[in-house]
């Protein structure tokens, strides 16, 4: 992600997403887990659910883009985190329920988000990902998309 000079509220970094106010009422959200090409983790789903949820009350945002650090913008679901769910004893069904349900929570709060939604698409948007950029009010993708 580029720096911004606008920015008024310093950027707020976790291991995987970054998160970023303008001056301009722009709220940036950055995938950052290039090296799984962004996969949509339990732990990325559940922070990115919450950012949504904090910059949908905060007055000071005026549109929300969510866009993928590296090659790719998402590459779906954590495949390694559903396959290792087959060795639980019920096969994964628990897990499964609770990550399509996380899933299903992150995309409503997309959704019905009162702000408008924009995904900056540069690589790839596979699955989940490809889900992820149409539940999004507009999709602004480059040539790599």
Do not use: W
Request: with cysteine; glycine share 6%.
């Amino acid at each position: 992600m580029s720096s911004n000079q606008n920015n008024t509220s310093g950027p707020i970094q976790s291991d995987i997403l970054l998160e970023e106010l303008t001056e301009n009422g722009i709220m940036r959200l950055t995938l950052n887990d290039s090296k799984r090409r962004n996969a949509l983790s339990e732990e990325m789903m559940a922070k990115l659910t919450k950012s949504l949820g904090r910059a949908s009350k905060n007055d000071a945002v005026r549109v929300i883009v969510i866009a993928g650090m590296g090659p790719a913008f998402c590459a779906g679901h954590d495949l390694k985190q559903m396959s290792a769910a087959r060795n639980n004893t019920d096969k994964g069904l628990e897990y499964f329920k609770e990550v399509f349900s996380a899933c299903s929570e992150l995309m409503m709060s997309i959704t019905n988000n009162p702000k408008p939604v924009i995904a900056e698409v540069a690589g790839v948007a596979a699955a989940a990902g490809c889900q992820l950029v149409a539940c999004c009010d507009l999709a602004i993708v480059g040539e790599s998309a």
